[in-house]
């Protein structure tokens, strides 16, 4: 398991990393999300030796990690990074062998890892010849080609058409559970996280915000809200209801937002009593919601 | 704490190095920079052997045997002719070479013919042969020993000396020490330049992030620096070998001792040179993001190898000038300088010693500082960095 223990990290009078602290498990896919300029990639710089930490500390396995267990980890920058005019094969036999791989084994693991990604090219084109999808998986391949311990991947799904996704995403799966690799990546896509991770660390101006699954999270919130459609109702007339509040109207009904006190049966017999219910059930904040509740919060703190 | 601190490989760097290598010595500039260079040296020294610098060297046709055009030709030592024996059966077909412009003139027993004149000094030399061949008959014949005819036929019985010397050979070793100062700056500059675009290229391509998970920012840029150095050194070792060949094999030089020597100087001062700027150019190259603001950050680097360069052609005139003497022994220039001082015997040996122990040191001094402002800048993207910023940001 990789640990980020009190990182701090300032960019001139800019604090990039103020005291970020989590953990991802062995075998378990985490997603590290936040607003741009958040702190994400400063973070994972850090996790992987590319930058220094101003304080704290990353552990591996319970051991501070230097320069040479880096090396085991595998990386992938958020703006990517492969020399453009070097041949695919060449390119991931050199980074394998910089990460002490034998030449030997660093060319084959290489051709694995191109098929194995499906990269629809030749081992002997020229990155920049390659589109921006098979661009990506081939750097995917770099960060992978010395089988890492680790895979700490920045924006890995950025850019990748539905197929590539998929592609992009069984492969991690299979690292995490088939190897007990501990993977973080970070993203943008809300949707993806919420499919793949098994918990999501949430990063606000360089100060982890929410961190655990996505249930956890979800029942964190002290809320539950229900989507309610009832025909010819009166207006306002879950007010009957103690701890019932609108959150928000919608064409055929309302959402309610119920305190940790206000009881839902009592809600649906007020409601049968307005007329016809033809709706009425849990509304199940996405990701991308809670993450806009959380955010919001720190903002406003 | 600081993490990656803790561990190193000290290998990783020749990993860089040797790709470093690889990739350039297969790239179209460099081929092209090699086939530029051999022209270029090509013709300054077809041009030479054309003009005639050094010893006049003469085709001389004989008719049969001549006592004399040996002595001549066996006693070059004399150094003020040269003289090559073209061997004919008959008077027509040396003749025929003479007018064909095959040989200067022709020899035929004791009748020596030329086109439209005969070369002065060729004519003096073999004049000077025949008469002392039939003295050392005359000795003979009197009953002289072999020691009265040794006395007679030494080819230099006068003592030649001149009131300022400028050393043996000065005009071909002008010449060079020209060619070596001129690849000396081609090299200097052109591999400086590939370290800075070498930097950038890792840096707008970000590969620079993939390398720095794997090995050190100092190991990166001392692995880059050796790679391109030891390609630009295989280059200008070719390059010599080549300029050398190619003036014996056109009588330019007949003492490649000195132009061996001159090349064994250049292929060492650019490995002075080269260890004190490359890591200037380095840093100039982490600094910027774009290829395009190269030229500007290379600027005042640009202009100190420039003016030594200039400095260094004007040494081939005055190499004991004060300024050429202070450009010699400052590491600035002394890469370009001293060479040519050393090559016209100009150079005392402490000045040597001395500028050799400023470059080495300054070098020693550079290349800690350059790797930090190298760490602290070739991760930083968008403006150019400033050299303050890169040295907080590596603290």
């Known amino acids: 398991m990789l640990e980020l223990i009190g990182l701090h990290r300032r960019f001139g009078d800019t604090v990039a990393l103020d005291g970020v602290s989590f953990t991802v498990p062995s075998g378990a896919l985490i997603g590290f999300v936040g607003r741009n300029g958040a702190g994400k990639t400063t973070a994972m710089r850090i996790a992987m030796g590319v930058l220094q930490a101003d304080a704290g500390e990353v552990r591996f396995r319970g051991e501070p990690v230097g320069m040479l267990d880096h090396r085991r980890f595998g990386y992938m920058p958020e703006e990517r990074g492969l020399y453009p005019r070097m041949r695919v094969l060449e390119q991931l036999a050199y980074l394998g062998r910089l990460h002490g791989l034998t030449k030997d084994d660093a060319s084959a693991r290489g051709r694995d890892l191109f098929a194995r990604l499906q990269v629809e090219a030749s081992l002997t084109d020229r990155v920049e010849a390659l589109s921006l999808g098979n661009q990506q998986r081939v750097q995917l391949a770099a960060a992978m080609i010395h089988a890492p311990e680790v895979l700490v991947l920045d924006e890995p799904f950025s850019g990748l058409d539905p197929t590539g996704v998929d592609v992009l995403a069984d492969v991690l799966l299979e690292e995490a559970r088939g190897r007990g690799v501990p993977v973080v990546f970070s993203s943008h896509q809300l949707d993806l996280v919420e499919r793949l991770c098994d918990g999501v660390v949430l990063i606000d101006r360089g100060r982890i915000v929410a961190n655990g699954t996505i249930a956890a999270l979800r029942r964190s919130r002290s809320r539950d809200l229900l989507q309610i459609d009832v025909a010819g109702a009166a207006d306002r007339w879950w007010e009957v209801v103690p701890g019932a509040a609108l959150e928000e109207q919608t064409p055929g009904g309302v959402v309610l937002a119920l305190s940790k006190d206000a009881d839902p049966q009592r809600l649906l017999d007020v409601a049968r009593a307005q007329g016809d219910v033809t709706h009425f059930a849990r509304v199940e904040k996405s990701l991308a919601e809670l993450f806009r509740e959380f955010v919001d919060e720190d903002t406003a703190a | ?395």
């Open chain 2, 1 to 395: 704490m600081s993490i990656g601190a803790t561990g190193t490989d000290r290998g990783a760097w020749r990993l860089v190095a040797a790709r470093d290598f690889r990739v350039r010595l297969r790239e179209r500039s460099f081929i092209v920079s090699t086939l530029i260079n051999l022209a270029v040296i090509s013709v300054l020294i077809v041009l030479r052997g054309v003009s005639g610098g050094g010893v006049p060297t003469f085709q001389l046709g004989v008719v049969g045997q001549s006592p004399a055009a040996d002595r001549l030709a066996s006693a070059q030592g004399l150094g003020t002719v040269r003289v090559r024996i073209v061997a004919f059966d008959d008077a027509a077909g040396a003749i025929e070479a003479l007018r064909s412009g095959g040989v200067d003139a022709v020899l035929d027993g004791t009748s020596l013919t030329g086109l439209h004149t005969i070369p002065a000094p060729l004519h003096l030399g073999l004049q000077a042969a025949e008469a002392s061949l039939r003295i050392e008959g005359v000795i003979v014949a009197l009953g002289g020993d072999a020691d009265d005819v040794a006395a007679v036929s030494d080819p230099t019985p006068l003592d030649a000396g001149v009131l300022e010397a400028g050393g043996p050979n000065r005009d071909q070793n002008g010449a060079i020490a020209f060619i070596g100062v001129l690849l000396l700056y081609g090299q200097l500059f052109g591999y400086g330049v590939w370290v800075a675009s070498g930097v950038i290229e890792e840096k707008t391509s970000r590969v620079v992030e993939m390398l720095l998970s794997t090995i050190h920012a100092r190991q990166l840029m001392l692995g880059k620096i050796a790679g391109i150095g030891l390609l630009g050194l295989a280059q200008l070792a070719f390059i010599s070998t080549f300029a050398i060949s190619l003036a014996i094999a056109v009588g330019v030089i007949d003492v490649p001792g000195t132009a061996i020597g001159a090349a064994g100087l250049v292929l060492g001062y650019f490995v002075l040179g080269y260890a004190f700027y490359a890591s200037l150019f380095a840093v100039a190259g982490a600094l910027v993001s774009r290829m395009e603001e190269l030229q500007n950050a290379l600027v005042p680097i640009n202009l100190v190898i420039l003016v030594s360069f200039i400095i260094s052609v004007g040494a081939l005139d005055d190499p004991d000038g004060t300024l050429v003497r202070i450009a010699s022994i400052l590491p600035t220039s002394a890469a370009l300088a001293m060479p040519v001082r050393i090559v016209l015997g100009s150079a005392a040996a402490w000045e040597i010693a001395l500028s050799v122990g400023l470059m080495l040191s300054a070098a020693a001094a550079f290349v800690p500082l350059a790797g930090r402002l190298y760490a602290g800048a070739v991760l930083r993207t968008g403006t150019r960095v400033k050299l303050r910023d890169a040295w907080r940001a590596a603290a």
